[in-house]
């Protein structure tokens, strides 16, 4: 009650809380004052000398707003939104804005409407842009399409913050009649333009954009500023981008800076949190540590307009975060809504979930036997060549099949029977294989090994739910099931993590030159905006072409 | 079309405008950049090297944001919405956020929709705040009540920004139900917290109150800034908080400030101008004119999110101020939505205005006699003793009448015959009278005079239009009829100012000690919420008790 909040804020009734004794970030006129700061129904009172139903006192900690991941796709770390929660609240997240694309690409409004269901389970705060591109380019055989009719639907029938990541920049710019619509239905548009300058970055801008996370240069990124950008920096596993864009931040334009960390595995969630990371990491690089809070807890409110969030005042939502230290290494307590969500490391809430019945099973495929996957060598045919440490690839040509790996892309939702096969330079996986349902941005079935019988055994070992599989000698050594849409685990992430870590030593097995990387690459083989050559279903793309070989 | 502007931003189509050779005033990058911009379809398209069908080399001349008042009481000009915008929009002013505070007194939704309806006949861009105190306080007998319940019920029927300024901080913090309902009627809500400070402004914050236009002090804005309000410094005609509040300015709190007027005279209005003065006055004192134009431009479009306006950037509204020096005195084009509307001073479009019939004639008395008006002097009862060049009154007890004049505050909305009388020191009002229908915040109608004879002449000459009369030895010698509401006029604001400087002359006849303060006196003598002693149509009213004497 508004009369109950007013009350106490006038101190004529004791607050619900009082964190005292700390050194509050005021984001606000950039400063950090000593003081106490109360708490009453979910709302900051302020900051003076109240008196609490329970106080705390915090000994000199630093007391901040709570932090807000700018742009996260949640299914990057593999486990669904209320996990999800459990791993990041720990570490000072309150409220993240989540583009579920790739569960958008898998089950279309079935996945959506299980995301928002799923995150109402935890007391993250999640607000959910609709993915713009579903599927990724007009190549892709996804699960689902979202058209621009299906986009204004969807944008009425759910609440959706606006429209994610265009990454269509070649529609928006030849005016495709059904991106406009999709541009023309929503108020508030994500942006992803990596490498866009000039007149092209102009008329992208004109089609309502307004943000992006794609700067790899602080020119780039003043430029767009410039243009009226608010700038995400990221900081996930596959892009770091701080360390160069804080070079772009200056007292003035700081305000349009905001950090997100896109797609991040969960074992770096785990390890080094998210948006605390970056705090930490800007500090560490001699940047202003009240500019990181800034960035991290307020300007991406203002960027969305979330309303009164984001910083330690009056009326403000209690979202806070008890950091002993100003890089937000040794978090102490987090607090959502004011209540007391996390300490120590350790979420204190627990997940329900919600029903996955919808978006379960997803994989729809018969049975593969050897001859699917089979394809004779051919020194005319183009071999993908890996690049270590990187996403991009390259074509060449070999005189025999000495030292390459035989890879497919499985189109696994409609039973078209597409299988797309190519020779891959690089990995050198000896008596095995390696499959799995995580497959940017379709998320069909790669698959990878050193013959069609033990790759065979691999695809038809990820059954109707999907995951990964890896196996030796046409045996299944290591399995992990990836029950939603095929791309997130309903378990913990630290059971995810475990999980992906031994799917990872048997994956090392196979090929000296694997791990990890082996897994990554996999997963980014079918990424057909990824220069130079992927796998799709139907075949070797040519991306700078943007056509079938 | 957004495909047109799209075209024409890659530079495939030419442009509407290309305004070239410009040193273009950044408020994103805060920084000064030359070069050229243009424009289509009323969208800046952005900077470079664009072609158009109309090309204009402004030859060095700075190229900013058109300017943003963000509170205004366009009543206080004397004119109508749409007479006022071509008095300001040759200054620059592309946008206003309007408080019509004073209309609502008169005549309630009437005057709310004669003000929007007025409004749209002009390309000035007219934001309304719904009035939040009607009457201002409970002890005020105004033309109209807009309770809890209306006011819900208007938010809903118009196109309101949000609630207007909350000037009823008692009723806030007493938690006042109706009150209270109007607060949560809105999500955006005007403050008014004039030296609030400490827990009562927490308490006041937490009402859900997000600006304040009141301050007087910088250590006063620093407070209100990190209690999450953004500050509208005010220069206008009363109030002059310019100098005192830049104070409170670095460049990382600018981000909360922006300019206002509040209440501006018509003939200051034209003489100055409104927000450009305040860039003018910012920068002859010595600060940053990009931060100047951040505040005049760009921080108000974000505090009360209005979308793509306030900067030269890509997709932006094309409101665009072409000015030869950088203090925005020498202002050569006005472009609102690309249209140019001003060049060297003068509005180049024609209004119309709206049908004025539901708020003319609202002067509701029966004719007056002299009787009605006289009281006996009584060396018992207090006078009113006047401040020269302040609002601020004080109570004292006189011997004799002799240098006192007397007042009147008479009832003019429902023939309830409530008359206020009062003697009054400080103006030596010889053989004549000033009467007035305009008197804060009620209107009601106020007159001064050596005696009730003279008085009863000028209150009668009022007629049902209402306006200012000017009466010597019983015979009208200056009058000056404004019909809308008996508050504003419907000629041009030079008209306006015109008829108003005959009125001072006029009046200075009767005081030496009078002149324009005689008049501005008689407009605030009723305001029942400025210390100490005030007359309402109840008689003198103890500001301080808040209670009639």
Redesign the interface.
């Known amino acids: 009650m ?2 109950d ?3 106490s ?3 004529n009734v004791k607050a619900d809380l009082v964190l005292k004794n700390g050194k509050i970030i ?1 984001v ?3 400063r950090i ?1 000593e003081g106490n700061v109360a708490v009453k129904d979910g ?1 900051i ?4 000398d109240y008196e609490g139903e329970r106080e705390i006192d915090v000994k000199g900690a630093y007391i901040a707003p709570g932090f807000v991941d700018s742009h996260v796709h949640i299914e990057s770390a593999m486990v669904t939104p209320s996990q999800y929660a459990k791993a990041v609240m720990p570490k000072g997240v309150t409220t993240v804005i989540a583009d579920p694309h790739e569960i958008a690409n898998v089950k279309g409004e079935d996945g959506l409407a299980f995301m928002i269901e799923d995150s109402k389970s935890s007391p993250l705060e999640v607000h959910f842009m609709l993915p713009s591109c579903v599927p990724a380019t007009p190549f892709d055989h996804a699960g689902c399409v979202i058209d621009g009719e299906m986009t204004e639907e969807l944008l009425k029938k759910y609440d959706f913050l606006g429209l994610g990541e265009m990454m269509n920049y070649p529609g ?2 030849a ?1 495709v009649p059904d991106v ?1 619509k999709k ?2 239905s929503a ?1 508030y548009i994500d942006g992803h333009a990596p490498m866009i300058r ?6 992208y ?5 307004k943000n992006d996370h794609e700067c790899s240069t602080a020119d780039e990124a ?1 430029e767009k ?4 950008f608010d700038i995400f920096v990221r900081e996930g596993t596959g892009a770091k981008n701080l360390e160069e864009l804080m070079k772009a931040v ?7 800076f905001a950090f997100c960390t896109d797609d991040k595995h969960p074992a770096e969630v785990i390890r080094e949190g998210t948006i605390s990371h970056c705090i930490d990491k800007a500090v560490k690089l001699g940047y202003d540590p ?1 500019d990181a809070y800034t960035m991290a807890c307020y300007n991406s409110c ?1 960027s969305y ?1 979330l ?2 969030k984001g ?1 330690i ?4 939502d209690a979202d806070i975060v008890v950091t002993r230290d100003i890089n937000a290494t040794q978090i102490e307590q987090v607090y959502k809504k004011g209540v007391l969500v996390a300490e120590k490391g350790k979420a204190l809430f627990e997940v329900k979930g919600a029903d996955t019945s919808k978006v379960e099973n997803t994989v729809n495929i018969d049975e593969i036997k050897a001859e699917d996957l089979y394809m004779p060598f051919d020194k005319n045919k183009m071999v993908i060549s890996l690049n270590e440490g990187s996403l991009i690839t390259d074509g060449v040509y070999c005189e025999s099949e000495e030292g390459l790996s035989l890879c497919a892309n499985i189109e696994r939702y409609h039973k078209t029977g597409n299988i797309g096969r190519c020779y891959v330079k690089g990995l050198d996986i000896a008596n095995g294989a390696i499959a799995q349902t995580i497959g940017h941005d379709s998320h069909n079935i790669s698959v990878i090994g050193s013959d069609s019988e033990n790759m065979a055994a691999a695809v038809n070992a990820l059954g109707k739910q999907g995951g990964i599989v890896v196996v030796s000698d046409k045996k299944v050594i290591a399995k992990m099931e990836l029950a939603v849409g095929g791309i997130m685990s309903e378990k913990s992430v630290e059971e995810v993590v475990s999980e992906h870590e031994k799917i990872v030593e048997a994956a090392k097995t196979l090929s000296p030159s694997g791990s990890n990387e082996t897994l990554m690459i996999l997963g980014f083989i079918s990424l057909l905006v990824i220069p130079h050559f992927k796998l799709g279903d139907k075949g070797v793309f040519d991306v700078d072409k943007f056509e079938y070989v």
């Open positions: 508004l009369k909040i007013i009350q804020a006038l101190g005021d606000l006129n950039h004052v709302v009172l302020g900051t003076g928006v710019t005016c406009h541009l023309e108020e000039g007149m092209g970055l102009n008329a801008a004109c089609g309502g954009i003043l500023i410039s243009k009226g200056n007292p003035y334009n700081m305000r349009h009240i203002v307009n309303g009164r910083a005042a009056s009326g403000f």
